[in-house]
């Protein structure tokens, strides 16, 4: 069977509501969902659409949930794929795949693409990297170049890329007409992990009145969304495990000193 090259979501349900703070970020990006809404609006007074816009920040920041977000509130097609797949599978054929997906892509417009890892496609050309082979990669890089280039300022399709990267990538991806706007995501600040556990309290079934929402965000500086959201799910597994009828704030903070050793056994192996 074949390699399954990228995933295409219709009828996406994630909204601005599931991603928390990142106010900025949000607002820059609301400007694309009403492009990819009423083109002729714009297109009328004679602007270009942007093609492209690439989310900049740490590992698990939200970058991926906006992205799907733009989707689900535009209602438009989400084709999402990530670049270190992409590189590692499709050894021989990137080139060609990548045409693929703009074609799908166009076929369904509006649309967005999303490109998690672009930096595993997108590093500067000429400078070696560990994995595989370098022209290839940039045979798949200049591909997706020469796509963001034809398709017309009236396709419709909006790619936007992660990279908490962007150091390295080849500045030939972020001229005019390609990816020329920079969004970053930050690691939220206490008041925005206050929001993030707010979200992802939502779906826990029974949590203590006790909780309270501004201590936990005290709690959990240099925490991600994606390390919050984990919290969650662990205090409620360790609260089940204990066969109590609510998640209570013990079980929160059992859950971030499991989180606070799993971070640092990560860093450990790193350096
Ligand atoms: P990576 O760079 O590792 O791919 P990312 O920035 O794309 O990470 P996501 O995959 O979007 O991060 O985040 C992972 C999960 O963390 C999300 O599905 C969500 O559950 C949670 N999360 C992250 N940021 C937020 C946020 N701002 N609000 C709500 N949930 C968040």
Do not use: W
Request: proline share 3%; glycine share 8%; with cysteine.
């Amino acid at each position: 069977s074949k390699a399954k090259l990228f995933d295409e979501k219709t009828d996406v349900k994630t909204s601005f509501k599931d991603v928390a703070g990142l106010e900025g970020a949000k607002e820059e990006v609301q400007e694309i969902v009403d492009f990819l809404k009423n083109p002729e609006k714009y297109t009328n007074l004679g602007g270009k659409i942007p093609k492209g816009a690439l989310l900049v920040g740490p590992p698990g920041t939200g970058k991926t949930l906006l992205a799907k977000a733009v989707a689900g509130e535009a209602k438009v097609p989400f084709f999402s794929l990530s670049g270190s797949d992409f590189v590692e599978m499709f050894v021989g054929v990137g080139a060609s795949r990548v045409r693929d997906l703009f074609k799908q892509a166009k076929e369904k417009s509006p649309a967005i693409i999303f490109i998690d890892e672009i930096d595993a496609i997108g590093r500067a050309r000429g400078k070696a990297n560990f994995s595989g082979s370098n022209d290839e990669r940039e045979n798949t890089l200049n591909q997706l170049l020469t796509e963001m280039d034809g398709f017309g300022t009236n396709t419709n399709v909006i790619v936007l890329a992660a990279t908490n990267r962007a150091d390295v990538l080849d500045t030939a991806l972020m001229r005019a007409g390609r990816f020329d706007r920079q969004i970053y995501v930050d690691l939220p600040d206490v008041r925005e992990r206050r929001e993030i556990f707010e979200v992802h309290l939502r779906p826990l079934k029974k949590v203590a009145d006790e909780l309270d929402t501004e201590f936990m965000a005290k709690q959990t500086p240099g925490f991600s969304g994606a390390d919050i959201a984990n919290v969650c799910n662990e205090a409620a597994l360790i609260a089940a495990r204990q066969g109590k009828s609510a998640v209570g704030r013990q079980d929160f903070l059992d859950a971030v000193d499991r989180i606070v050793g799993g971070l640092e056994k990560k860093n450990k192996i790193i350096t």
